[in-house]
């Protein structure tokens, strides 16, 4: 089976605009989780969408947001970028989203300039 | 509400040296613990999980992590260090229930030099 996949790999972006990073789960994986890596934070949780619903958040403003597709395909945009979002942003996919493995992506290192 | 300590930001061993990497955990339930390995500019991987059952767990590349539930503690160990080993290592938390659906909580990681 192929791995999880995300795109793109790399993106530089100004202070003040949005970015929207995919990503595609394991097939047959209905939930997917989103994190964001950070040298002094640490990976931190985001959300986790399953079945298109978000039924997990995390201690995120409201600039950050997601959405799962009928594929299970699964997108997070970021409004309004500041300096702090640069981070890698992690999504990970596992069946159903109850205490299985996770498995992760390559990541997305987003720069903001 | 869950949390995961990692004793130690770094760790240093000489090739073939036992690795030691320490994790305690806190979770008011009974847990699920992970270990996950990161290389540079790469995402995680999973060397071992501790669902219910034996409480010695083995992993890939030789690793292995014992739960202890009275010490609240999953320590990584591996007998002997290999150069490969050397990585960002990572232990997580995920708990049962609603609002921990899809959520790992992780440490602060452990980043592992392995020295000839």
């Known amino acids: 089976k192929a791995g999880v996949t995300q795109t793109p790999r790399y993106l530089i972006k100004t202070r003040g605009q949005q970015v929207t990073l995919s990503c595609s789960p394991i097939?047959?994986?209905?939930?997917v989780s989103w994190y964001q890596q950070t040298p002094g934070q640490g990976l931190q949780f985001l959300f986790e969408?399953?079945?298109?619903?978000?039924?997990n958040k995390g201690n995120f403003p409201g600039r950050f947001s997601g959405r799962q597709f009928s594929n299970s395909r699964s997108e997070m945009n970021v409004s309004t970028l500041e300096l702090g979002d640069s981070a890698l942003y992690l999504c990970?996919?596992?069946?159903?989203?109850?205490?299985?493995?996770?498995?992760f992506g390559p990541g997305t290192r987003l720069l903001v300039l | 509400a869950q949390s995961v300590t990692q004793l130690g930001s770094h760790v240093s061993v000489s090739e073939g040296a036992l690795v030691l990497l320490r994790c305690n955990y806190s979770?008011?339930?009974?847990?699920?613990l992970f270990w996950y390995v990161q290389y540079p500019n790469q995402g995680l991987q999973l060397l071992l999980k501790?669902?219910?059952?034996?409480?010695l767990v083995k992993g890939i590349n030789g690793f292995e992590a014992e739960f202890k539930k009275s010490e609240t503690s999953f320590h990584l160990t591996k007998p002997s260090a290999h150069m490969s080993d050397a990585a960002e290592y990572f232990c997580?938390?995920?708990?049962?229930?609603?609002?921990?659906?899809?959520?790992?909580?992780f440490g602060q990681g452990t980043i592992l030099t392995v020295h000839p």
């Open positions: 990970a996919s596992s069946p159903a989203g109850l205490r299985e493995t996770q498995y």
């Open positions: 097939s047959g994986h209905r939930s």
């Open positions: 969408y399953f079945s298109e619903t978000q039924r």
């Open positions: 979770s008011s339930v009974p847990p699920y």
């Open positions: 501790y669902t219910t059952g034996a409480t």
């Open positions: 997580a938390v995920s708990n049962a229930g609603g609002t921990s659906y899809g959520k790992l909580t």
